[in-house]
């Protein structure tokens, strides 16, 4: 009897651990995307600001 529980014990810590190794694999897929997106929201503002300094750079001396 105790070896059909250990059986059983040792298929839920697989399935369990499957379970685990998924959530984390999509967790990091998420996480990598929302670092993505937060990178190429923030390009094109600091770009942005730079050319806007350029422009007014040479009309202050004047």
């Known amino acids: 009897m105790t070896d059909r529980n250990e059986k059983n014990s040792k298929q839920d810590r697989a399935s369990r651990d499957d379970r685990l190794k998924s959530a984390l694999r ?25 050319s806007l300094n350029e422009g007014t750079a040479g009309k202050s001396g004047d």
Not at 26 to 50: C, F, G, H, V
């Open 26 to 50: 999509e967790n990091l897929k998420r996480r990598k995307l929302q670092a993505r997106e937060r990178a190429a929201i923030t390009e094109p503002s600091q770009n942005d600001d730079a």
